[in-house]
């Protein structure tokens, strides 16, 4: 069965770090693109970007970019999401994603991030 | 970056009774491959969401055949045959064929 299990719920202050992480399991962690998404409260789904394990291939949103870091640990099946420097504009779910063919058949249970001085 | 319109934005239905929601893209969604990267996602209340159709038309592993997914190039439509009270929630369009990856903006899909 392919799972996502992600890291649990954030309560960080303006100008923090935070690196939110995401386990694969189940299928073959190198050989699927992963992603994530962010959707602020009450808001839609905005895609930010993706990486290959495989290779760390990755891409960003324009959105996204500069943003945050995307990464991943192939030796432990897991990808990240990274701000060096979060604003309160950053509280949202953040979701990952699997991607096959680009598109997403299986998503993680989300992290709810707060930001608040 | 392709931009993906969804209409309506909030959908009243009655149960048993059938939906519709179009997603319309700034441009085609045919991928140099021959493949439309274009998919509909289903999003409960305070649920992640889930596919329900990939490619435009195959129903994912589980979802019930009263979902449908028709289209090509630029306009796509998802349709429900008979709502069921399971099926509230927010309908997410998305394009997977050209990077930056981009969703619809979402319809709210309520009985009355």
């Known amino acids: 069965e392919v799972q996502l299990v992600q890291s649990g719920a954030e309560v960080k202050k303006p100008g923090e770090s935070l690196k939110l992480s995401c386990k694969g399991s189940?299928?073959?962690?190198?050989?699927?693109?992963i992603g994530w998404v962010r959707q602020m409260p009450g808001k839609g789904l905005e895609w930010m970007g993706i990486?290959?394990?495989?290779?760390?291939?990755?891409r960003y949103s324009p959105s996204f970019q500069g943003q945050v870091t995307i990464s991943a640990d192939k030796s432990i099946s897991t990808a990240y999401l990274q701000w060096s420097s979060l604003k309160a504009s950053d509280t949202a779910m953040y979701y990952c994603?699997?991607?096959?063919?680009?598109?997403?058949?299986?998503w993680g249970q989300g992290t709810l991030v707060t930001v608040s001085s | 970056d392709i931009v993906m319109t969804q209409t309506p934005l909030s959908s009243p239905v009655t149960l048993g009774q059938p939906a519709s929601i179009s997603c319309r893209s700034s441009?085609?969604?045919?991928?140099?491959?021959?493949?439309?990267?274009l998919s509909w996602l289903q999003q409960r209340p305070g649920q992640p969401p889930r596919l329900l159709i990939y490619?435009?038309?195959n129903r994912f592993s589980g979802v019930p055949d009263r979902f449908s997914g028709s289209g090509a190039g630029t306009d796509f439509t998802l349709k429900i045959s008979r709502v069921e009270p399971e099926d509230v929630g927010v309908y997410y369009c998305?394009?997977?064929?050209?990077?930056?990856?981009?969703f619809g903006q979402g319809t709210k899909l309520e009985i009355k």
């Open positions: 994603a699997r991607h096959v063919s680009g598109d997403i058949d299986y």
């Open positions: 990486i290959y394990p495989g290779d760390s291939d990755t």
């Open positions: 998305m394009q997977a064929t050209q990077f930056p990856y981009t």
């Open positions: 441009q085609s969604l045919l991928h140099r491959d021959g493949n439309t990267y």
């Open positions: 490619k435009i038309s």
């Open positions: 189940g299928y073959s962690f190198t050989s699927h693109w």
